[in-house]
């Protein structure tokens, strides 16, 4: 089926083209130079904007954590419900929606690849499950590795390059995408009851640092050329004065840097931008991260921006979660996955009035603001732990307007008010900034190739948005942005319709893709397992290791990515 | 069926017409109010003292008058579950019984039932933790299982009989059972009073004597006693209170000697 966009104005960061009036045609789900006009359906997009589809670097949808934070919130779900429509199914879920009704939430707000960022891999299975059940989008996830046992046990010995052979093996045997670090160390001191307290304080047992392992993670990143860098939760996440945690973990991995190209994804960095010693003198640290982003180029960051709502905190950061479920008295779920991960669940209310809250709403919007290159900070709320994605347009309009900021801003904690630098600072997002923290340089740091852009030969998953940016001025309208970025008026994914005003109108499955190695062919179904390999899956797991792989057929839509690495 | 239109807030900005055109869902499937029900409109009443009069069996209409802030809802007959569940004002007189989750997160204003009622009278809907926080319910009949669950703030009236564990969980508030209880009144209670004037088997264990009072005081009304006095729950440092009538529980004598 051939499609064509006519007269809109496109907004496409990766081809340097900002707000041009330009066709697109799009040819059997890629785009290409020209359609035939006649055959083709045409899609009039005059006075409204054309951008990629939205990529999303970092929110949880799936998998056994976020299944477990639907089982402990009815109270989340029933006031938030969609009906069954001739083609979508039910759903429910304010933060942690069902997986059908996630794939069309997304769908209607124009994003089309999503990254679920914390895959234990042990619940790989259920992750995939799920991901092929959230429809339309396409996905990818990253396996938690910081504190897997294996890696740190080479890293101890020093022995990268077996390290790296043994990260490919569980990437491809848990289908994965990217190397997750959730507070290296930390989780497997949380196996002891204890934390670590900063990047040198070393973990029980294994007698590694942080540093080390952040490092060695980062070496075998490079050693296997995975697209995205390695995808860290720092140390010391949601603690007082955590930024300089941040600073040193960011830097650590500097001298590893070549060609300028980033080789450290800081997540959520918004809840590692603390300053201050106790939750009573709080303050943010935004100045000083971003600062340090502006004069370093081998960092990316994303937001974790907290908004105004009752949510559900969610993080393979186990002791993290712990501290969260003393402060806050709530229900929760703490759970030690095997010799993996940890992980807990949470409920939270972030309110308007509390200082610490409403410090950490202004961090985020700090941190976006005051790093001057868009390609370095990208978009999200952590969903569900900032804040359930739906709120993204709210977030758009933040950035966009400094009148928007102010409205809230206005209803703040008055102490937090005072503290917060966001009047002093007066920088407002243009569409074309826009595009590029929200699916460009995600795309780029991602290092998707037929993403994020819109290219010839670039996948046709486009989003098209009511606003015409030559009439309406998103600094003083903002409300009218807010409006446009919730609903798109067309949403296309590989080349189909699948959203128009923001009612789906097809559902398609979207690709789940993941990290295949072409250099090295026993990686894969029969792997050179280190020799004590499948002992240790014997003693230690409740998984043979036999039934640990997760072969290619079990994916709906499997979209592997050959990588060359080195070894 | 789920019916959040039924209340005086919703009703009172819209004319007839409108008012049957109002979306309810039966089911899956969605239904305008008119299409179920007769609707008529009596007379113009000025401001915000809205009745609506319900006539019939509603067993099956769940969340009326929910939310709702000022007028009056009278059903003659049974009303279905989730009854005026988060309102914070007016009043809902109910001649029949009342299902489950009756007031449930109420803030304010007053229910009236003149029959029986199910579980959960004030309590929050499953996994939330936002109890009663003020108002009025005065039960009639008798009442199910966990009255005043996680309660907050306001008053319970019952004057029949209630079953187990009501005020679990309770954090402040009053809850009076002029009947019977069967059990486990108080568990997990942080603070809040619970004066039970009828019999009850057993007092949960993590409860403590305290003392022995002739009468307790419930906004201005008095309830003669004489009630033991018991502190818990201690499980959770709870300081609640739990009056339970001496005369008509001999069997609790025994704890009078550790007074």
Known sequence: ??????????????????????????????????????????????????????????????????????????????????????????????????????????????????????????????????????????????????????????????????????????????????????????????????????????????????????????????????????????????????????????????????????????????????????????????????????????????????????????TADGPWQFTLYELSGNKWVNHDVEVETSSGIVPFKYRRKSYVHATMWSIGLELALLIKDPWKIYLTTDHPNGGPFTSYPKIISWLMSERAREQTLKKINRRARA???????????????????????????????????????????????????????????????????????????????????????????????????????????????????????????????????????FLKVSAPIFVRAGV | MYADCISPDIFGEKNLEEILKLKVWEGNKLKSLGDLFDVRFEREIEGDNIVIKLVGNFIKVRRIGANMSSGKIIIEGNVGMHLGEGMSGGEIIVNGYADSWLGGSMKGGRIEVKGSTGDYVGAPYRGSKDGMMGGQIIIHGDAGREIGHLMRGGTIKVYGSVKHFAGIGMIDGTILIRGDCAGEAGAAMRNGRIIICGYIPSVIPTFTIDSIRPNVDINGEKISGPFYRFIGDIADNGEGKLFISKSRNPHLAFYEKYL
């Open chain 1, 1 to 314: 089926m051939s499609l064509l966009i006519k007269n809109g104005l496109v907004y496409d960061p990766l081809n340097n083209v900002n707000g041009e009036v330009m066709d697109i045609s799009i040819e059997d789900g890629r785009i290409v130079e020209d359609v035939d006009e006649h055959k083709a359906k045409v899609i009039d997009a005059s006075g409204m904007i054309v951008m990629p589809g939205g990529i999303d670097i970092h929110t949880h949808i799936a998998g056994s954590e976020v299944n477990s934070g639907r089982l402990l919130r009815p109270e989340d779900h029933v006031y938030d419900v969609e009906p069954k429509t001739a083609i979508t199914r039910s759903g429910v879920g304010h933060s942690i929606p069902s997986t059908f009704t996630t794939g069309y939430r997304y769908a209607r707000m124009g994003y089309t690849f999503l990254c679920n960022p914390s895959m234990p891999p042990l619940e790989a299975r259920h992750t995939h499950e799920e991901l092929e059940d959230t429809p339309i989008v396409d996905k990818v996830t990253y396996p938690l590795l910081g504190d897997w046992w294996f890696v740190l046990e080479f890293l101890k010995d020093g022995l990268v390059k077996e390290c790296a052979e043994h990260v490919a093996w569980i990437i491809v045997a848990t289908k994965g995408y990217a190397i997750k670090i959730v507070n290296p160390g930390g989780l497997e001191a949380w196996g002891f009851g204890r934390n670590v307290k900063d990047l040198d304080d070393p973990v029980p047992y294994f007698d590694i640092t942080p540093r080390e392992i952040i490092r060695g993670l980062c070496m075998v990143n490079k050693i296997l050329n995975l697209p995205h860098t390695i995808h860290v939760h720092t140390n010391r996440l949601g603690q007082p004065g955590n930024y300089i945690t941040t600073i040193k973990t960011m830097d650590c991995v500097k001298d590893l840097a070549t060609s300028n190209r980033p080789v450290i994804h800081i997540t959520h960095c918004q809840f590692s931008a603390f300053k201050g010693d106790s939750w009573a003198n709080m303050r943010s640290g935004a100045e000083e991260i971003a600062k340090y982003v502006n004069s370093h180029s081998h960092v990316t960051l994303d937001m974790g921006q907290v908004i105004f709502t009752d949510t559900t905190t969610m």
């Open chain 1, 419 to 553: 503290r917060s630098l966001l009047p002093s600072i007066d920088r407002e997002f243009t569409f074309y900034e826009i595009a590029i923290v929200t699916r460009a340089g995600q795309a780029r740091a991602l290092g998707l190739k037929n993403k994020g852009h819109l290219g010839v030969g670039a996948d046709a998953d486009i989003a098209i948005y009511n606003i015409n940016p030559k009439k309406v001025d998103p600094s003083r309208d903002y409300r009218a942005v807010r409006r446009a970025f919730s609903r798109a008026a067309y949403t296309i994914k590989g080349g189909e319709i699948v959203a128009i005003n923001g009612e789906i109108v097809k559902v398609l499955d979207g690709r789940t893709y993941w990290i295949n190695f072409e250099t090295s062919p026993q990686i894969g179904d029969t792997i050179k397992a280190p020799s004590d390999l499948k002992r240790k899956f014997r003693e230690y797991w409740t998984v043979e290791f036999e039934n640990y792989f997760i072969p290619e057929r």
